[in-house]
């Protein structure tokens, strides 16, 4: 990636899934001057640091994205920020929803005023499928999310500071994801738990994740929403793939959660163009300069990207994309 070349980038949640894969990626195709990692656990950044003690050019931040003071500190002379820091886990927000506010939504403010102020080219925020029509906590503080970062590029001013987001599915065989679960509870139980049998998900490996980011971060001109062409897959399906001779048990759905995620709704159709491997939702503020001409073909007016769809993945693919996933992990 050329744009990359002896810049300096910082993804905020850094030792998760995503920052360990990003950092190989960055690693081994960017010639980066600078990666740093910035994230609030000192344990995980030590042993992440351990993984990458060869590597001369990572730097660790200890520092919390709710503290503006120390990301404009973090963000001296940084080109490019990745913002993955985020509260995920859909029971525990409901049941501690002013923390996960104050991370998803108060700690993204905070990440576009320190860009701003230390005048950043480039951030793009990770967002999810739970964005889409929420019915959690989780989903609504993501969505909060995403029309802070997609309205920061008017707060930052023309060629300024860009701002745009990238929303995709559940990462297989993520840190806290379905596949660990069940492989966890599948070597002491022969009896597993499904909320509902039809439900479906949104899958993507943390390959594709990580190119797809780096991909629209080149291609951003402030405030799209780029959304990967994904896969289903029936989360029975995952079970029966990990123990084909485990039993199922329907529990009934937790609270708030969805049987199938959406992507894009109608709603957001009437700013959707679709490309051969993804699409992208634009501001409306881009239609108003009439020299912007959005990329690839505008979609149907009654489109959905909905997980229930024949995209699902048979269980012979699902096995290729769970080995490729391990692959990854290594």
Same mark, same amino acid.
């Given at each position: 990636?050329?744009?990359?070349?002896?810049?300096?980038?910082?993804?905020?949640?850094?030792?998760?899934?995503?920052?360990?894969?990003?950092?190989?990626?960055?690693?081994?195709?960017?010639?980066?001057?600078?990666? &740093?990692?910035?994230? $609030?656990?000192?344990?995980? !950044?030590?042993?992440?640091? %351990?993984?990458?003690?060869?590597?001369?050019?990572?730097? *660790?931040?200890?520092?919390?994205?709710?503290?503006?003071?120390?990301?404009?500190?973090?963000?001296?002379?940084?080109?490019?920020?990745?913002?993955?820091?985020?509260?995920?886990?859909?029971?525990?927000? @409901?049941?501690?929803?002013?923390?996960?506010?104050?991370?998803? /939504?108060?700690?993204?403010?905070? /990440?576009?005023?320190?860009?701003?102020? $230390?005048? +950043? %080219?480039? +951030?793009?925020?990770?967002?999810?499928?739970?964005?889409?029509? =929420?019915?959690?906590?989780?989903?609504?503080?993501?969505?909060?999310?995403?029309?802070?970062?997609?309205?920061?590029?008017?707060?930052?001013?023309?060629? @300024?500071?860009?701002?745009?987001?990238? $929303?995709?599915?559940?990462?297989?065989?993520?840190?806290?994801?379905?596949?660990?679960?069940?492989?966890?509870?599948?070597?002491?139980?022969?009896?597993?738990?499904?909320?509902?049998?039809?439900?479906?998900?949104?899958? &993507?490996?943390?390959?594709?994740?990580?190119?797809?980011?780096?991909?629209?971060?080149?291609?951003?001109?402030?405030?799209?929403?780029?959304?990967?062409?994904?896969?289903?897959?029936? &989360? $029975?399906?995952?079970?029966?793939?990990?123990?084909?001779?485990?039993?199922?048990?329907?529990?009934?759905?937790?609270?708030?959660?969805?049987?199938?995620?959406?992507?894009?709704?109608?709603?957001?159709?009437?700013?959707?163009? @679709? !490309?051969?491997?993804?699409?992208?939702?634009? =501001?409306?503020? *881009?239609f108003k300069n009439k020299q912007n001409k959005a990329k690839?073909?505008?979609?149907?007016?009654? *489109?959905?990207?909905?997980? %229930?769809?024949?995209?699902?993945?048979?269980?012979?693919?699902?096995?290729?994309?769970?080995?490729?996933?391990?692959?990854? !992990?290594?």
């Amino acid at each position: 990636m050329k744009f990359l070349r002896n810049k300096t980038i910082l993804i905020t949640g850094g030792t998760g899934s995503f920052g360990h894969a990003a950092v190989k990626y960055l690693l081994k195709y960017c010639s980066l001057k600078k990666i &740093i990692i910035f994230s $609030r656990d000192e344990n995980k !950044q030590f042993e992440m640091q %351990k993984s990458f003690k060869e590597n001369k050019n990572i730097r *660790f931040f200890l520092g919390d994205v709710r503290d503006k003071e120390r990301l404009v500190m973090a963000l001296k002379n940084v080109d490019f920020v990745i913002h993955a820091a985020a509260q995920k886990h859909v029971p525990a927000a @409901e049941y501690n929803p002013f923390e996960c506010i104050k991370t998803n /939504v108060y700690g993204s403010q905070q /990440v576009i005023s320190a860009s701003i102020e $230390r005048g +950043v %080219k480039k +951030v793009v925020a990770l967002s999810t499928d739970k964005a889409c029509n =929420p019915v959690n906590l989780y989903g609504a503080t993501k969505l909060c999310s995403e029309k802070l970062f997609v309205n920061a590029n008017q707060l930052a001013g023309p060629n @300024e500071t860009r701002f745009s987001l990238v $929303r995709y599915g559940n990462v297989i065989a993520s840190r806290g994801s379905v596949i660990p679960f069940f492989k966890e509870l599948s070597r002491t139980k022969q009896t597993l738990p499904l909320t509902h049998n039809e439900m479906t998900r949104f899958f &993507i490996t943390l390959s594709d994740a990580v190119n797809f980011v780096i991909d629209s971060m080149n291609e951003m001109k402030g405030g799209e929403i780029f959304i990967p062409k994904m896969n289903s897959i029936y &989360i $029975r399906d995952i079970i029966n793939t990990i123990d084909n001779k485990a039993k199922i048990k329907v529990t009934g759905l937790r609270a708030g959660e969805k049987i199938h995620e959406i992507l894009c709704s109608q709603d957001e159709t009437s700013l959707l163009h @679709e !490309q051969k491997k993804s699409y992208i939702i634009y =501001p409306h503020y *881009f239609f108003k300069n009439k020299q912007n001409k959005a990329k690839g073909k505008k979609v149907k007016s009654n *489109f959905i990207y909905e997980s %229930k769809s024949k995209m699902c993945l048979d269980k012979k693919k699902i096995i290729q994309q769970i080995k490729k996933s391990k692959v990854l !992990q290594k």
